[in-house]
């Protein structure tokens, strides 16, 4: 008798890959001030950390799409989970080996980057190729925890520098380590199935020439764009523009906010099968374009706060239902639309933040015109996802 696979013990392996990818997406610019005092680094190259992450995430998404099919699964997401331990390891010892600590920094980040954009490609493809009903669920579940790391990551960092001290940050880097390492064990022993029968799936050429394909894209350069620019600068407004103290500032925003996300992803996770998920983005879209008015014309300071926790809500599906939604309507796209997907996706949520950040400085610092100028983003979701909804072109 043919002994049944346990694609249970896949979904929390994969649970764990979304964490890590948390962990290392948002450990490091918990240290920007430390690092900026420690090393004498200036903000400006400190800044130069998120888009050198961004980056190599693209850059990940692009070989992906190319070469990960040829490779296989799972080498790929087995590497993804040593370079992401090796890369927070490297980020607490390589800056003490060069004389410009800064480069020690940069190499770090390059590596646990790379790990993360390999999790963001293959976790959610592993996932779909299981025999799980009610996929789009199953999607909006995993996809969860990335936020439930990142409120993890940014609550327990914040208690152990409580408790020991922000000198010992090294330590935490090491000890947050282990948990990709010890993920590592796991992707190689959990059921991995292929997405596509060998040969069947569309090669990326294939994808370029399909007009539904592009729409996908810009969905996800919209989704990116929308979820990354409030989550970056969410602690700033709730600080600078609605008064709040600093503190309060990083736990009532980035926190908040990435609780609301969480949540948004499991109603759906758990309540999806029972929705259209092409109206649920939609209203979706439409909730995060109030949010971001909301944020940037109140002037109650309260009404602020809510629009900012209450978009974490709205751009919760954006990601894993983009992905969902693409998967059934192009079947044979394989691996290469997951990777074009994901470097969409980062590619929206490089711009993003960068777009609100230069409308706030030409407003002399002034957030609430960044945050009006963000208002585009969540456009640009709702049209994309319109035209997906009411066009029955699959080619």
Same mark, same amino acid.
């Given at each position: 008798?043919?002994?049944?696979?346990?694609?249970?013990?896949?979904?929390?392996?994969?649970?764990?890959?979304?964490?890590?990818?948390?962990?290392?997406?948002?450990?490091?610019?918990?240290?920007?001030?430390?690092?900026?005092?420690?090393?004498?680094?200036?903000?400006?190259?400190?800044?130069?950390?998120?888009?050198?992450?961004?980056?190599?995430? #693209?850059?990940?998404?692009?070989?992906?799409?190319?070469?990960?099919?040829?490779?296989?699964?799972?080498?790929?997401?087995?590497?993804?989970?040593?370079?992401?331990?090796?890369?927070?390891?490297?980020?607490?010892?390589?800056?003490?080996?060069?004389?410009?600590?800064?480069?020690?920094?940069?190499?770090? +980040?390059?590596?646990?980057?790379?790990?993360?954009?390999?999790?963001?490609?293959?976790?959610?493809?592993?996932?779909?190729?299981?025999?799980?009903?009610?996929?789009?669920?199953?999607?909006?579940?995993?996809?969860?925890?990335?936020?439930?790391?990142?409120?993890?990551?940014?609550?327990?960092?914040?208690?152990?520098?409580?408790?020991?001290?922000?000198?010992?940050?090294?330590?935490?880097?090491?000890?947050?380590?282990?948990?990709?390492?010890?993920?590592?064990?796991?992707?190689?022993?959990?059921? #991995?199935?292929?997405?596509?029968?060998?040969?069947?799936?569309?090669?990326?050429?294939?994808?370029?020439?399909?007009?539904?394909?592009?729409?996908?894209?810009?969905?996800?350069?919209?989704?990116?764009?929308?979820?990354?620019?409030?989550?970056?600068?969410?602690?700033?407004?709730?600080?600078?523009?609605?008064?709040?103290?600093?503190?309060?500032?990083?736990?009532?925003?980035?926190?908040?906010?990435?609780?609301?996300?969480?949540?948004?992803?499991? +109603?759906?996770?758990?309540?999806?099968?029972?929705?259209?998920?092409?109206?649920?983005?939609?209203?979706?879209?439409?909730?995060?374009?109030?949010?971001?008015?909301?944020?940037?014309?109140?002037?109650?300071?309260?009404?602020?706060?809510?629009?900012?926790?209450?978009?974490?809500?709205?751009?919760?599906?954006?990601?894993?239902?983009?992905?969902?939604?693409?998967?059934?309507?192009?079947?044979?796209?394989?691996?290469?639309?997951?990777?074009?997907?994901?470097?969409?996706?980062?590619?929206?949520?490089?711009?993003?933040?960068?777009? #609100?950040?230069?409308?706030?400085?030409?407003?002399?610092?002034?957030?609430?015109?960044?945050?009006?100028?963000?208002?585009?983003?969540? #456009?640009?979701?709702?049209?994309?996802?319109?035209?997906?909804?009411?066009?029955?072109?699959?080619?």
């Amino acid at each position: 008798m043919t002994k049944q696979k346990n694609y249970r013990k896949t979904l929390i392996t994969c649970y764990l890959g979304f964490i890590t990818q948390a962990i290392v997406a948002n450990f490091a610019p918990l240290l920007f001030l430390r690092f900026h005092s420690e090393y004498g680094i200036s903000l400006g190259k400190i800044a130069l950390i998120s888009t050198v992450f961004y980056i190599t995430q #693209i850059l990940i998404d692009l070989f992906c799409a190319k070469f990960v099919d040829g490779i296989g699964y799972r080498k790929s997401v087995v590497f993804s989970q040593i370079l992401s331990a090796a890369g927070l390891v490297g980020l607490a010892f390589l800056s003490k080996y060069f004389s410009n600590p800064f480069v020690g920094i940069i190499i770090s +980040v390059v590596v646990y980057a790379a790990g993360s954009g390999l999790i963001e490609v293959l976790v959610s493809p592993i996932i779909e190729a299981c025999p799980f009903e009610n996929k789009g669920s199953v999607m909006s579940l995993l996809h969860s925890f990335y936020c439930w790391g990142t409120v993890g990551v940014v609550l327990l960092s914040t208690l152990f520098f409580a408790v020991f001290g922000i000198d010992h940050w090294r330590i935490l880097a090491c000890l947050w380590a282990l948990l990709p390492l010890l993920n590592t064990f796991n992707f190689m022993t959990c059921p #991995i199935e292929r997405l596509t029968d060998e040969g069947k799936g569309l090669t990326i050429n294939e994808l370029f020439r399909r007009p539904m394909f592009w729409l996908f894209i810009i969905l996800m350069i919209g989704a990116g764009a929308s979820e990354a620019s409030m989550a970056q600068w969410a602690s700033a407004y709730v600080e600078s523009a609605l008064g709040f103290s600093k503190n309060i500032g990083d736990i009532a925003g980035p926190c908040m906010f990435a609780v609301s996300m969480g949540l948004s992803r499991v +109603v759906y996770g758990k309540c999806g099968h029972k929705m259209n998920l092409t109206n649920f983005m939609l209203g979706s879209g439409i909730l995060c374009f109030i949010c971001y008015l909301l944020a940037a014309v109140s002037a109650n300071p309260i009404l602020g706060l809510i629009g900012c926790i209450v978009c974490g809500f709205s751009v919760g599906i954006m990601w894993p239902g983009s992905i969902s939604i693409a998967s059934s309507r192009i079947p044979l796209g394989g691996t290469g639309l997951f990777a074009l997907l994901a470097m969409g996706g980062d590619l929206g949520a490089s711009v993003g933040p960068g777009v #609100i950040g230069a409308v706030t400085q030409n407003a002399n610092d002034n957030m609430k015109a960044g945050m009006l100028a963000g208002c585009v983003f969540p #456009i640009i979701l709702i049209i994309s996802v319109y035209l997906i909804k009411t066009t029955k072109l699959n080619k």
